[in-house]
């Protein structure tokens, strides 16, 4: 296995782990009996937290019945724009099989199509599938040379924030794909993920777009 599959494998495994707790549901305790209800974090509630079951029937539980750290649970994926069930944010979805479970949609296109309410152009260049969670949208796109992931207002279409994750040539590379960005961005737990076309990770506040953290998988881990 040479150095550049090992880079794409370790890519991978550091993605796949920043995104794994998306997907993974919650063991919640009632304080006073012990019983216990499996189910994934929806939304939180003056009263209650709103969980869905595996059957997809979302339920909502009492915070004076909960345990502490349920609430401190929920309390962090309400105040961290956690990803909820119905967000999109990382490549194929919530559970990476490419269904969403968003049941608002029209179930018809009118003739014409649906309205355009609003269009992005500075996208640059890139292969990257959008991440949305709550009232943002993340992608990756190369722009005069450098690659950057690109947060814009998922209602207005605004952009918000451009954080540098890298160099992109914009003559491109030995592969005929030519220039720009390959991966999705991946968001999880306020934090967006994503990797340049070098093997470049990179951690970044999803609020600012400041990037905490960036290793190179080639350098860094030969």
């Not at 782990?17 to 305790?29: M, N, T």
């Not at 119905?86 to 490549?91: A, E």
């Not at 999705?184 to 970044?204: E, F, K, L, Q």
Request: with cysteine; net charge negative; glycine share 12%.
């Amino acid at each position: 296995m040479n150095t550049k599959s090992i880079a794409l494998l370790t890519a991978f495994s550091l993605l796949l782990a920043a995104s794994s707790a998306l997907a993974s549901p919650r063991v919640w305790k009632d304080a006073s009996s012990g019983r216990t209800l499996t189910g994934e974090f929806v939304e939180l509630t003056k009263d209650a937290v709103k969980v869905r079951r595996a059957n997809g029937d979302v339920v909502s539980l009492p915070l004076s019945r909960l345990t502490e750290d349920d609430i401190a649970f929920a309390k962090g994926a309400s105040d961290k724009g956690g990803a909820l069930t119905n967000d999109w944010p990382s490549w194929r979805g919530i559970r990476r099989d490419g269904h969403s479970p968003d049941t608002t949609s029209m179930a018809k296109w009118p003739e014409g199509g649906p309205e355009l309410v609003w269009a992005f152009e500075d996208c640059g260049k890139g292969y990257s599938c959008p991440a949305v969670v709550g009232n943002r949208l993340y992608f990756t796109g190369s722009r005069k040379g450098k690659a950057e992931v690109i947060c814009i207002d998922a209602g207005t279409g605004e952009e918000v924030w451009a954080s540098t994750i890298g160099t992109d040539p914009e003559e491109g590379y030995n592969t005929r794909w030519g220039a720009g960005t390959r991966g999705a961005a991946t968001v999880d737990d306020g934090m967006v993920y994503a990797m340049n076309a070098n093997g470049d990770v990179s951690g970044i506040t999803a609020d600012k777009g400041e990037k905490k953290w960036s290793v190179s998988l080639v350098e860094d881990f030969g």
